[in-house]
Nanobody, 126 residues
Framework: QVQLVESGGGLVQPGGSLRLSCTTS????????MGWFRQAPGKEREFVAA????????SYADSVKRRFTISSDNAKSTLYLQMNSLQPGDAAAFFC???????????????????WGRGTQVTVSS
């Protein structure tokens, strides 16, 4: 079992930045691929970014490329999502997720992840 807890969400103006964190406990953090997903009201959960075990590979949704950066710190068992140039369309509940995978794999589908946090809300408004 692994427990995931997101933090760092909040209200930010368009063009602003936020850094989300996801702390994990219960299992060896380095054994998981990790991902960020988001869900806006009335919409399906969508992939944002993912990072492989040992952080050797990353993948991003086209809508966030060059604006968002996913990273991980094995020593702290923590996943991060640095979000820059935020726009109103980025507003959503953001969820981190963990998946048992082979080294180098970067899961892009929600169903590939077995563990989820409860989410943190990001609001982008002036």
């Amino acid at each position: 079992q692994v427990q995931l807890v997101e933090s760092g969400g909040g209200l930010v103006q368009p063009g602003g930045s936020l850094r989300l964190s996801c702390t994990t406990s219960g299992e060896t953090f380095s054994g998981f691929a990790m991902g960020w997903f988001r869900q806006a009201p009335g919409k399906e959960r969508e992939f944002v970014a993912a990072i492989s075990r040992a952080a050797t590979r990353t993948s991003y949704a086209d809508s966030v490329k060059r604006r968002f950066t996913i990273s991980s710190d094995n020593a702290k068992s923590t996943l991060y999502l640095q979000m820059n140039s935020l726009q109103p369309g980025d507003a959503a509940a953001f969820f981190c997720a963990a998946a048992w995978t082979v080294t180098g794999a970067v899961p892009l589908q929600a169903q590939q992840y077995g563990y989820w946090g409860r989410g943190t809300q990001v609001t982008v408004s002036s």
